[in-house]
């Protein structure tokens, strides 16, 4: 798998130095060369394929031989030991619960198959990374548990004062070992910006060897393409067109199912719904990408205002505004409509949505209302609503349990360390 820079000024890298090294120098985002085609035969039998299998398939086509077989499988079966359920609420809606993952969120999937593919790649050099990660709730504590004492490799959590849910960062700030959180006092985009400028910094890029968990790191995505098939394998035997409803905030899980229809998934089309924080359905809108400051809101793993995957958006439509906006519908949704279909699902379907997927779920309504014909529709529910239950349970005006993995970091006390926006400050704490 080679790689290219979308600012394309970097020369291409192999897939090992893509992911060791997170970003190019040119502040770009590594893409592959090629993004290669699935075989008819894999799509045929893909009903009767495990979830390990159908990821062993996709990895390997993209990966080539730059990870052995045996390795490979290794990976995949230590990364997705939990189960990834489909789950029908009602005609056309089904739920894909994604928070199976030890942090309870989808961020599981691409951070614990990224540790395992840059710990197989720092074997074959005996270096030493420093990872650096900003979140905006629940990337952080999915890429510290991944990473949890991997020799070798330091993790930095960013995450924005008092713009988490208790839960979250309970969870992000009790990890220990290897791991330590900055409580940075601003935005989850300055948590972004301070880390992307660190890449930029020479001075810290030559003492440190740094590198990104978030999704501008290539490892992030090729996992996160895996639950389109499986989802898909699951409805293919009803022959209804398939269409994902994504919850969006810095676009690496739309990505991901970018990606898997460029493998060949017959995917129907996409639904890209994000809160108030409407960058990319401003975009399609006008043709204008317009980064602004992030709103906050309930559904706060999504308030990002500068959307990092866009120039990836960007690259799979080769450029082109017209061929994202055949592939793509957004929407967004305020905090109030947001509540209103979590009652909605709840009374309706006896379903409880997080508030992320409930801004998935109104970006499918409203996209179906102006079809013809029938679809299979298909949120992504990225986390897991004990994460949020303050917000769930008065919306809901009902008690959710809260599963034991979560109840865990609850019962742990808070190791943060605060600090400014500023980026001297930042860098002063990394180099000391
Ligand atoms: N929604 C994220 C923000 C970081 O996104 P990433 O997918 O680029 O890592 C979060 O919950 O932290």
């Given at each position: 798998?080679?790689?290219?820079?979308?600012?394309?000024?970097?020369?291409?890298?192999?897939?090992?130095?893509?992911?060791?090294?997170?970003?190019?120098?040119?502040?770009?985002?590594?893409?592959?060369?090629?993004?290669?085609?699935?075989?008819?035969?894999?799509?045929?039998?893909i009903e009767k394929?495990?979830f390990?299998?159908i990821?062993?398939?996709?990895?390997?086509?993209?990966?080539?031989?730059?990870?052995?077989?045996?390795?490979?499988?290794?990976?995949?079966?230590?990364?997705?030991?939990?189960e990834t359920p489909l789950v029908k609420i009602k005609e056309g809606f089904s739920v894909l619960e994604l928070f199976h993952?030890?942090?309870?969120?989808f961020?599981?999937?691409?951070?614990?198959?990224?540790?395992?593919?840059?710990?197989?790649?720092?074997?074959?050099?005996?270096?030493?990374?420093?990872?650096?990660?900003?979140?905006?709730?629940?990337?952080?504590?999915?890429?510290?548990?991944?990473?949890?004492?991997?020799?070798?490799?330091?993790?930095?959590?960013?995450?924005?004062?008092?713009?988490?849910?208790?839960?979250?960062?309970?969870?992000?700030?009790?990890?220990?070992?290897?791991?330590?959180?900055?409580?940075?006092?601003?935005?989850?985009?300055?948590?972004?910006?301070?880390?992307?400028?660190?890449?930029?910094?020479?001075?810290?890029?030559?003492?440190?060897?740094?590198?990104?968990?978030?999704?501008?790191?290539?490892?992030?995505?090729?996992?996160?393409?895996?639950y389109y098939f499986h989802a898909y394998a699951q409805l293919k035997s009803d022959g209804k067109p398939v269409v994902f409803s994504v919850p969006?905030?810095?676009?690496?899980?739309?990505?991901?199912g970018?990606?898997?229809?460029?493998?060949?998934l017959p995917i129907a089309h996409f639904i890209?719904s994000?809160?108030?924080?409407?960058?990319?359905?401003?975009?399609?809108?006008?043709?204008?990408?317009?980064?602004?400051?992030?709103?906050?809101?309930?559904?706060?793993?999504?308030?990002?205002?500068?959307?990092?995957?866009?120039?990836?958006?960007?690259?799979?439509?080769?450029?082109?505004?017209?061929?994202?906006?055949?592939?793509?519908?957004?929407?967004?949704?305020?905090?109030?409509?947001?509540?209103?279909a979590m009652r909605e699902v709840f009374n309706e379907c006896d379903y409880t949505l997080c508030?992320h997927t409930a801004v998935a779920y109104l970006g499918l309504k409203n996209w179906l209302q102006?079809q013809?014909e029938a679809f299979n529709g298909v949120l992504l529910s990225t986390a897991h609503p004990?994460?949020?239950?303050?917000?769930?349970?008065?919306?809901?005006?009902?008690?959710?349990?809260?599963?034991?993995?979560?109840?865990?970091?609850?019962?742990?006390?808070?190791?943060?360390?605060?600090?400014?926006?500023?980026?001297?400050?930042?860098?002063?704490?990394?180099?000391?």
């Open positions: 798998m080679e790689l290219y820079s979308t600012k394309k000024i970097s020369p291409n890298v192999s897939i090992g130095e893509a992911v060791l090294k997170g970003l190019p120098d040119d502040n770009g985002l590594y893409m592959p060369v090629q993004i290669p085609e699935l075989p008819k035969s894999f799509f045929d039998g394929m495990t390990q299998d990821g062993f398939t996709v990895s390997q086509a993209l990966l080539g031989k730059s990870v052995d077989d045996q390795s490979l499988r290794k990976i995949l079966a230590e990364a997705f030991d939990f993952g030890p942090t309870a969120a961020k599981d999937f691409g951070a614990r198959f990224m540790s395992r593919l840059m710990r197989y790649f720092l074997q074959q050099t005996n270096q030493e990374i420093n990872i650096l990660v900003a979140t905006s709730g629940d990337t952080g504590s999915a890429v510290g548990h991944g990473f949890l004492g991997v020799e070798g490799i330091r993790v930095t959590i960013l995450y924005p004062k008092g713009k988490v849910s208790d839960i979250q960062e309970k969870q992000l700030t009790t990890i220990g070992g290897n791991v330590s959180a900055l409580e940075i006092d601003g935005t989850f985009d300055d948590c972004q910006r301070l880390v992307k400028s660190a890449f930029l910094d020479e001075e810290l890029s030559s003492k440190l060897n740094l590198t990104s968990a978030n999704s501008i790191n290539i490892a992030r995505l090729i996992p996160q393409s895996f969006s905030g810095n676009f690496g899980n739309l990505c991901g970018l990606i898997a229809k460029k493998m060949g890209a994000t809160n108030v924080n409407d960058i990319v359905p401003e975009y399609l809108r006008s043709g204008v990408f317009h980064a602004r400051p992030s709103i906050e809101t309930i559904s706060n793993a999504m308030d990002v205002g500068n959307p990092s995957n866009f120039p990836r958006m960007l690259a799979l439509h080769d450029w082109e505004y017209d061929k994202i906006k055949n592939e793509i519908s957004a929407f967004s949704f305020d905090d109030n409509e947001t509540k209103q508030p102006e013809h004990a994460k949020f239950i303050d917000v769930v349970e008065e919306t809901l005006k009902a008690k959710i349990l809260i599963p034991e993995r979560l109840q865990e970091a609850l019962s742990k006390e808070k190791v943060a360390q605060p600090m400014s926006g500023k980026f001297d400050d930042f860098k002063s704490w990394l180099l000391g």
